[in-house]
Nanobody, 127 residues
Framework: VQLQASGGGLVQAGGSLRLSCAAS????????MAWFRQAPGKEREFVTA????????YYADSVKGRFTISRDNAENTVYLQMNSLKPEDTAVYYC?????????????????????WGQGTQVTVSS
């Protein structure tokens, strides 16, 4: 599975962006999908995930109510709609995929759970 993330850019605080993660090589309809981000000098952190079965979604507290993850199985693509962006959202955003379901919500938050990673797309939010 290859993942291609796109949609990043420069936006003012309060603005919106939509990231896309296009999968190729295999359908990801039965994959757990997630977005992580990494700011300079910081560790990669969990942003959000969506399961393959129930389509349940999970969010980091820092983005709840502002970000929305969704998937289009026909397009083999996962999206991240980001609203009310803040300067602290500035980071490289990575999409990730796992061919298995997670036994717990905490599992979705672990980078090691995901087998495939995209190359990252830069999001910069100016104040």
């Amino acid at each position: 599975v290859q993942l291609q993330a796109s949609g990043g850019g420069l936006v003012q605080a309060g603005g919106s962006l939509r990231l896309s993660c296009a999968a190729s090589g295999r359908t990801v309809i039965r994959y757990s999908m997630a977005w992580f981000r990494q700011a300079p000098g910081k560790e990669r952190e969990f942003v959000t995930a969506i399961s393959w079965g129930s389509g349940g979604t999970y969010y980091a507290d820092s983005v709840k109510g502002r970000f929305t993850i969704s998937r289009d199985n026909a397009e083999n693509t996962v999206y991240l709609q980001m609203n009310s962006l803040k300067p602290e959202d500035t980071a490289v955003y990575y999409c990730a995929a796992s061919p298995v379901g997670a036994p717990s919500i905490d599992t979705y938050k672990r980078p090691g759970f995901y087998r495939y990673w995209g190359q990252g797309t830069q999001v910069t939010v100016s104040s």
